[in-house]
């Protein structure tokens, strides 16, 4: 009997297409690759293999199946699911629960099927939706092959600004190199004038003392000679002047040719000495700066073509309500609130997150908020054709997220994006 029902089957198959002839069989709510596990022509076994029903229990809106199996097309089990096919348009599984409720889940009408025709809430609207959602992924489609183009010559440009970046590494270390030889020389010339300075200092002071104790009409005798020697002594052409000549070879420190020392002039050269030092050294660390901020650029991933090279450094913002959300790439990420309190960091570039790799990036340790976490932000990169955030949200306190869509994450369709073949049976 069942293999004179089955023959039948195949006879009715050959008569009408295959499709149909698959829509016959299979009971409402019942997606297409489940079909053949109804078979009217057989008892029903529960897809848990818990118990086995007369096919005539399927859809009868009662629940006999533990795991919902017999009611894949009325509300009768718990957790069951029902199946719009949605011809036209994208099928959808929705929860059984809403079959019949009188609201439209599926653009075919197909969940609220106890309704009279006339009175039904649902028109048939899939082919109207099937057809501008073709047309949104043709325009998707049209934007991933344009982003493409520019994101190849994205990558093009950050290869160009590596190996401009690696030349420039190599000039800056010979920079280096000539600042270190100047600094060395310098140094020396500053630890030199340094010595003559304090010599010259030391001895000026006795000069003065001396002198001092020359002109004094001092009282006691031995003190006079005493001061009389030394003074002598100094005073080598013996005519009871103590001068320039005589303070030997430091007058060269009576560089305005005054005829006089002045503190100023004692310590110029010294200083000259020590300022050239200073600049040398401080050149040596401004070149070191450049190098490791160059160096540090040349280590960060940018992506596994380099396709993100190009945003490093460049500053998007984002207003909302309340904020002004600024995004530095490969930086730092801030909140500036629009009534004029002091901006706020949320998060420092970190790493990529998430699967698949390159889609999501992770900015972290900002400013602590009160009582909680240090502030965070994920950025969620989306393919566009003008690099721009397109949200900002806080999702939980103090945990924060953006899109933001750019030609550098332009590599293929989403998946959810492109319609399939099946989706438009
Ligand atoms: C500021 C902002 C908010 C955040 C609170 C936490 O107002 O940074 O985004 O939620 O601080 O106190």
Request: hydrophobic residues 30%.
């Amino acid at each position: 009997m069942e293999k004179i029902s089955y023959v039948l089957l195949i006879i009715l198959c050959n008569l009408f297409s295959l499709i149909t002839c698959l829509n016959i069989v299979r009971p409402r709510g019942v997606p297409f690759e489940r079909a053949s596990l109804y078979r009217p022509e057989k008892d029903f076994s529960c897809f848990d293999g818990s118990i086995v029903i007369p096919f005539s229990f399927v859809n009868d809106d009662y629940c006999d199946c533990l795991d919902s199996s017999d009611e894949p097309g009325t509300s009768a089990c718990p957790n069951g699911t029902f199946y719009c096919t949605n011809a036209g348009h994208t099928s959808l599984v929705i929860p059984s629960s809403r079959v019949n409720d009188g609201i439209c889940d599926c653009c075919d009408g197909s969940d609220e099927w106890a309704f009279d025709q006339k009175k039904s809430p649902c028109g048939s609207t899939c082919e109207q939706l099937g057809r501008a959602a073709r047309v949104e992924a043709e325009r998707v489609q049209q934007m991933y092959v344009a982003g493409n183009e520019i994101r190849a010559q994205l990558i093009g440009k950050a290869k160009e600004q590596r190996a401009e970046k690696q030349n420039k590494i190599s000039d800056l270390l010979q920079q280096k190199h000539d600042a270190e030889v100047i600094r060395n020389q310098t140094m020396k010339e500053k630890e030199e004038a340094a010595n003559i300075e304090k010599t010259v200092l030391n001895t000026y002071h006795l000069v003065e003392e001396l002198t001092k104790k020359h002109q004094d009409e001092a009282k006691q005798e031995k003190d006079k000679i005493e001061a009389q020697n030394a003074f002598n002594s100094i005073d080598t052409n013996k005519n009871n002047i103590i001068d320039e000549d005589e303070v030997g070879a430091y007058s060269t420190f009576d560089q305005n040719k005054d005829g006089t020392i002045s503190q100023d002039e004692k310590d110029a050269k010294a200083r000259k000495a020590r300022e050239s030092f200073e600049e040398a050294d401080r050149r040596i660390r401004d070149i070191q700066r450049e190098i490791s901020h160059l160096q540090e650029s040349l280590t960060k991933d940018y992506g596994p073509e380099d396709e993100f090279a190009t945003l490093d450094g460049e500053c998007y913002e984002f207003a909302d309500r309340d904020y002004v959300y600024k995004l530095c790439l490969f930086d730092q990420v801030t909140q500036r609130p629009k009534n004029g309190g002091s901006e706020v960091r949320l998060g420092a570039w970190n790493k990529w997150i998430g699967e698949p790799k390159y889609h999501t990036m992770l900015y972290d340790r900002g400013q602590s908020c009160w009582n909680g976490p240090p502030r965070s932000t994920h950025v969620h990169l989306i393919c566009g054709l003008e690099p721009a955030i397109i949200s900002a949200s806080e999702p939980n306190r103090c945990e924060y997220a953006m899109d933001f869509v750019v030609p550098s994450a332009c590599t293929q369709p989403d998946e959810k994006t492109q319609v399939s073949e099946h989706d438009e049976l």
